[in-house]
């Protein structure tokens, strides 16, 4: 077990660049390639061109491009995702640069073919000769691209796509040529009738596979910016303080330690803390959140929100690869490297896809040769049959619309982990919600103040200001809260005599005036019983699940002071769109029942979803219990004792604000602290889900029909190059609709 343990423990992540990638079977041929390495997993994935590679101790990465170029392919190991990798992983698929003079040259010789070809009035003596001529660059270099991967992969015994396309291209060409060459004069008189030629079905076919495949690529590029835009979001340059002088630096020369300034307007040069000045940050770009957050000495920071008011010292905590932007990039690069159990069937059926396709194209051109004897009819349906089924839409399918997702929830601060994750959203039917920091904002505040019969000529700001006067010596966050309430008055008083009682209360003298605040027990303790009434009043507050604070003035119950931890804007409607999305929302709190109650009132659930006085470990067995129920769990949490119940949900929801614990115990992270995040990345997740499966459908179904109408000879091989690269540009452009998601 140890020796297992130990291995585990040495396995590390490598990140490969992959070119010469162009579709389902390569992805494929790669995967397996990979695979035969011993202890290595890897996950490949298409329109990034790039493998994520599980590789245990003793394998290098040598041996990793080694084993990718034998089959066929160049690889590179990449830069990890903070260090401009996803933009260098990128940058070798910009074949749209490549595509566009191949792609020009192709339509511009292929007009006139066509015309000559397939409009009598156009043709004129021997134009067979001329097509022959035009459609020899579109059939050689236009169309080199499938010729050279086809080649490459005949070299290693395999096939792709690209082997139908070259085989289909070259074999209308040819079988032209060699009809014309065998009578040089088929062409000489355009009156003759129809001469069977086939350069424009090359040219053609040629033309809309390279315009397919030019388009993919730029929609590719597209799905991928909110990735890319993500990762360049952080400040380029930093000032930093040395030794008490401004000096101007690389963001990226920082050092945990460093105090760095951040002007109005500027953005925060990395993770850190307020060290001086007070300020309001926008960080909508991170999380999400459109409103900005006020900051003060002590509060943390995150790289890449922008300074919107006052001018900040910031000690820089974080850096590099360990910050928050950098760990969002490494999330999401890592959810669009995966796969979805679902796009495994894809894969299983793209491994023997083409080897089939060549099978049934043979059969196709010897069965109209033996039935039909004409071999015009046989050789037109053999090539449909093969430029009809190639599998790009089968290999876009999954990728393109998990990176479009995956990259429009980072856009939204929402992370997804991984492929994995869409599943199962799909599934949940109960989420259990953490009160404190999910759907309450964790922080008390000061709802009323109540005067009782001996507060004399006091009234509720007056006792406010004295009570507020005491706890501000002291630093419980009852005393914070009400100390901050009462600030918002006139000035507070100086203290004498301070005494503070642990889980008690506070008493000290404010203005001559002798003051004790806190639990009824701890007035007792200074000889200051409560009466009935003030029994009666102090009940009343506690019912409404209000944390109460007596206070008493001058040996006598003056007043009482209701705090609430105050309910985060949008839950309510954040809950009512969880049971619009088919899910039951169960409040989980460790708070007692009283104030659970309370709570879920305030924000629309049942009496009966109410798990109060739950202890930290409770929490698992609440989930567990859901589970053996037979309900699919999510659980929403922030905090570090959230994040086992995090880890045993079937789908974990941490909230961005809250710890990193949870953040790495849970399966969807969202950046904000809003609970409305937290539907948004289902519904998100879940129209992800959709728009794949669409996409499979489509590519599935594409095949399945496209293939028999071809082998009967019912579909013009042109015909079916268009269809073919209408298939591909209609999943990237289905999948591309989930960029407007949100808006």
């Known amino acids: 077990m140890a020796t297992h343990e130990q291995q585990h423990l040495a396995e590390r992540e490598v990140s490969l660049d992959i070119q010469g990638m162009t579709c389902a079977s390569c992805v494929n041929r790669v995967e397996r390639k990979l695979g035969k390495i011993e202890g290595v997993q890897a996950t490949v994935n298409l329109p990034l061109n790039s493998a994520s590679v599980r590789v245990p101790a003793g394998v290098t990465d040598d041996q990793l491009v080694a084993s990718v170029e034998a089959a066929g392919y160049q690889a590179k190991v990449a830069v990890p995702a903070g260090h401009g990798g996803h933009e260098d992983h990128m940058a070798h698929g910009g074949t749209a640069a490549e595509l566009r003079p191949r792609l020009m040259t192709a339509a511009i010789l292929t007009v006139p073919v066509l015309l000559v070809s397939m409009v009598p009035a156009f043709a004129f003596p021997n134009w067979g000769w001329v097509a022959a001529a035009l459609s020899l660059p579109v059939v050689l270099w236009s169309a080199w691209p499938f010729h050279r991967a086809a ?11 690209d082997t139908l396309v070259s085989i289909g291209v070259s074999a209308a060409y040819l079988f032209s040529l060699a009809q014309l060459i065998a ?7 355009p009156g003759m009738g129809e001469a069977h030629l086939y350069f424009e079905v090359a040219a053609v076919v040629t033309t809309f596979l390279l315009l397919g495949r030019y388009l993919e690529a730029r929609a590719k590029t597209s799905a991928a910016d909110a990735l890319t ?6 400040a380029k340059d930093a000032v930093v303080l040395r030794d008490g002088r401004e000096v101007l630096i ?12 951040v002007r109005p307007g500027e953005k925060v040069a990395t993770d850190g803390t307020v060290v001086e000045g007070e300020s309001a ?21 995150t790289g890449a929100t922008v300074n919107t008011s006052g001018r900040l010292l910031v000690r820089a905590t974080r850096v590099g690869s360990e910050t928050t932007l950098a760990q969002m990039g490494a999330l999401v690069s890592a959810a669009q490297s995966g796969k979805a159990p679902i796009a495994r069937l894809a894969d299983r059926i793209s491994a023997v896809f083409v080897p089939v396709v060549l099978a049934i194209a043979v059969v196709t051109f010897l069965l109209w040769l033996v039935f039909t004897g004409d071999l015009q009819s046989a050789f037109t349906a053999a090539v449909a049959v093969l430029v009809i089924a190639c599998p790009c839409a089968l290999g876009l399918a999954t990728p393109v619309g998990l990176l479009t997702g995956t990259g429009r929830g980072a856009q939204l601060g929402i992370l997804i982990k991984g492929p994995q994750v869409l599943e199962d959203t799909r599934t949940v039917d109960t989420i259990l919600l953490d009160k404190t920091g999910t759907v309450t904002s964790g922080k008390l505040s000061v709802a009323r103040t109540v005067l009782l019969p001996g507060a004399g000529s006091e009234d509720e700001d007056g006792l406010l200001r004295l009570a507020g006067s005491l706890e501000n010596a002291g630093e419980h966050p009852i005393a914070r809260a009400i100390a901050a309430a009462a600030g918002q008055g006139p000035g507070l008083a100086p203290v004498s005599g301070f005494l503070s009682s642990p889980g008690g209360g506070v008493r000290g003298v404010v203005e001559g005036r002798s003051i004790v605040a806190g639990r009824p027990g701890w007035l007792e303790e200074n000889g200051i019983p409560l009466d009935s009434a003030a029994a009666d009043t102090l009940r009343r507050e506690q019912e409404t699940g209000a944390t109460a604070v007596v206070v008493a003035l001058d040996g006598t119950p003056a007043g009482i002071i209701s705090l609430q931890d105050t309910i985060k804007d949008g839950s309510r409607q954040a809950v009512a769109r969880l049971r619009e999305l088919g899910l039951r929302p169960v ?7 009283v104030v659970a109650a309370a709570v879920a009132r305030e924000v629309g659930i049942a009496p009966e979803d109410v798990l109060a006085d739950v202890r930290p470990e409770g929490k698992v067995d609440a989930v567990r219990r859901f589970q053996e129920q037979g309900a699919t769990v999510a659980m929403a949490g922030d905090g570090v004792n959230d994040a086992a119940a995090l880890a045993q949900a079937d789908l974990g929801i941490a909230m961005g604000s809250g710890t990193d614990a949870a953040m790495a115990a849970a399966d969807l992270t969202v950046m904000g602290s809003s609970l409305g995040q937290v539907a948004t990345a289902i519904e998100l997740s879940r129209r992800t889900l959709r728009t794949i499966k669409v996409n499979l459908f489509w590519a599935f179904f594409y095949n399945t029909v496209g293939i028999p109408v071809a082998a009967f000879g019912l579909l013009n091989p042109m015909i079916a190059g268009a269809a073919m690269a209408a298939s591909s540009v209609l999943v990237v452009a289905n999948s591309l609709r989930l960029r407007r998601f949100g808006t």
């Open 229 to 234: 835009s993500l990762l360049s979001l952080g």
């Open 587 to 593: 409040l989980l709190t460790g708070d007692n029942a």
């Open 250 to 261: 690389p963001a990226s020369e920082l050092v945990p330690g460093d105090v760095f300034v």
């Open 151 to 161: 080649a490459v992969n005949a070299r290693h015994l395999a096939s792709t796509m």
């Open 183 to 189: 009578d040089p004069g088929l062409t000489a008189d």
């Open 281 to 301: 940050i926008d960080a909508a770009l991170i999380t999400g959140e459109s409103l900005p957050v006020e900051v003060h000495p002590g509060d943390p920071v």
